[in-house]
């Protein structure tokens, strides 16, 4: 006879206006309590339900019972001399991913992922090597936000000015186009001004360049658009970025000028990663220039980080500095955007593969001494994790 299990509490991290609502009128309560379990959750940033008191002992009861306010877990945090802060965070089911803090002039932006892995190759990502595992969900999207905002206790939410996490990039591992829903409704909640409430000019999408979903994410999200473009050719984009045999650079900057509230007062950053030798010269300067034309744009140019078997070299300073030029003197800022965090692993997807590595030798040395097998890795590819990064 099976013994009837418990279910599983619900986590209130990554739940919309409506499901919260959802949730507490299936528990018999009134519309308004939504509104202030939304404001405990999302701008107060509580954990404990007991300590909800708006919300009367009956009700704080069974929240408690059915219900939790969970973070994903911090496996690792790591603080760079220059005050970069990197998180490896563990979900549930096992996986893993980074979410790190820049710190900029008086504030800083937070890099979060959208996926574990990418299931694109740009042959300069490190993240490329690993194969998408899975999507992240608007829980796990959300909840690398409020970890952060927990370590830095940026809790009730403060004013925009006095904020320390003031910005959002969806930057880190993996393709946020190709989680659009997820990715949608975690800005949704990010962006509610009775909660988290960051505003949507401080959020911006990394694309490699989805054309498709840029459109969409024009029309339904607004938020800033940063594209890592990284060839002004389509023969180098289709050797180093493989999306772009699907959406060549023609298309990708249609829909770069189609971008709704492009404005000078709002343009589209241009990521470029340096490759020495490969779309580094003054030509390919002069190439991205005609390229870009029309669009109100600006410009990253991102010193290549090096990675073990990358085959990629960064460029010389004085040479990154050259090709700054050509784009500053047409007329375009273009900053150097100086390595952040070296000395703990800044490349994208570098502390995630280092974990995986690590929990790959640990699983040999156990399957070696023959232990029994249940501290694998849950969804963890071992053989891609521990080859790829020879
Ligand atoms: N998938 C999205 C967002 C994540 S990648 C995208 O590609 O835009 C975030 C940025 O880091 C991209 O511009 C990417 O090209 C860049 N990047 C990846 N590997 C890098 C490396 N080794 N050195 C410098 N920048 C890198
Ligand atoms: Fe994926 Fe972006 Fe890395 Fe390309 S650069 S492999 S799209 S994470």
Redesign the pocket.
Known sequence: MSIPQNPAPVNLVGLSREEIATLLREMGEKPFRAKQLWHWVYHRGETDFSAMTTLGTPLRTKLAETCVVARPHVVREQRSEDGTRKWLLRFPDGNEAETVYIPEDDRGALCVSSQVG?TLT?R???TGTQLLVRNLTAHEIVGQFMAARDAYGEWPSPTDESRQLSNIVL??M???LYNYDNVAKAIGILLDNEGIAVSRRRITL???GVVPMIRRCGAELGVNLAV?L?AARDEIRDEIMPINRKYPLAELMAACREYPGASNARRITF?Y?MLKGVNDSEADARALIKLVEGVPCKFNL?P??P?PGSGFECPPIRHIERFANILFEAGYTAPIRMPRGRDILA??GQLRSDSLRERASLHKARLAAGEADDHAPAAAPLADASGAVA
Do not use: D, L, Q, R
Request: charged share 10%; net charge negative.
């Open positions: 990418c740009c300069f990502c490190h930057m880190g993996g393709e946020p990394s694309t490699s890592s990284h990521e990663v991102i290549f980080n990675w490349a994208c």
